[in-house]
């Protein structure tokens, strides 16, 4: 059975940092890309980062390029999203996707 549980998120002030992790179990977990997506209050659901399954190359949109950084331990099943300068509009549920099954997610307020 697929599993992934993120954890890590928590409140924050603007220009912080938090680092969020995903833990994947139940599929052969470097077979697959894996990815980072947020909703935010009333919004829809996002994809914010990507990470291919074997060569790491990844994928991040507008909003978080250049302040997050996406990465993977294949050994660990494991999918990492470091966060830097955090801002209020970063404020969303963060959850972890590999094709047909996503998290729990974790929350991540930024709030002074």
């Known amino acids: 059975q697929v599993h992934l549980v993120e954890s890590g998120g928590g409140l924050v002030q603007p220009g912080g940092s938090l680092r969020l992790s995903c833990a994947a179990s139940?599929?052969?977990?470097?077979?697959?890309?894996v990815g980072w997506f947020r909703q935010a209050p009333g919004k829809e659901r996002e994809g914010i980062s990507c990470?291919?399954?074997?060569?790491?190359?990844?994928y991040y949109s507008g909003s978080i390029k250049g302040r997050f950084t996406m990465s993977r331990d294949n050994a660990k099943n494991m999918v990492y999203l470091q966060m830097i300068s955090l801002k209020p509009e970063d404020t969303a549920v963060y959850y972890c996707?590999?094709?047909?099954?996503w998290g729990q997610g974790t929350q991540v307020t930024v709030s002074s």
């Open positions: 996707n590999t094709p047909g099954f």
């Open positions: 139940g599929f052969t977990f470097d077979d697959y890309a």
């Open positions: 990470i291919s399954k074997s060569d790491g190359g990844t």
